[in-house]
């Protein structure tokens, strides 16, 4: 089983930034892919970015070129920087882990317990 444990959401003013971490723990391969998702109340969980084991990286349009993943894999832990943020943005924000490359939430296999971030205008 793998654990999944995100941190650094928090209330920020538009136009700020949060960098968020999720720490992997397990006895699951740190082979594998790393996503960032949302869920805001009332919406489906959305796709935000991914990043393979080797550096592979995708982004969801609407944060492309605000949002930066990143893994440090001798840590086990993947990064996702937030600049400029929208009051959009604001959701619960969970890492995923999948044995293959996906930005598809049912890809996923294992999830963290998100992490809140507040965008206020």
């Known amino acids: 089983q793998v654990q999944l444990v995100e941190s650094g959401g928090g209330l920020v003013q538009a136009g700020g930034s949060l960098r968020l971490s999720c720490a992997a723990s397990g006895r699951a391969s740190s082979r594998s892919t790393m996503d960032w998702f949302r869920q805001a109340p009332g919406k489906e969980r959305e796709f935000v970015a991914a990043i393979s084991w080797g550096g592979n990286i995708v982004y969801a349009d609407s944060v492309k070129g605000r949002f930066a993943i990143s893994r440090d894999n001798a840590k086990n832990t993947v990064y996702l920087q937030m600049n400029s943020l929208k009051p959009e943005d604001t959701a619960v924000y969970y890492c995923?882990?999948?044995?293959?490359?996906?930005?598809?939430?049912?890809?996923?296999?294992?999830w963290g317990q998100g992490t809140q971030v507040t965008v206020s205008s």
């Open positions: 995923a882990a999948a044995g293959r490359f996906s930005v598809v939430v049912a890809a996923m296999d294992y």
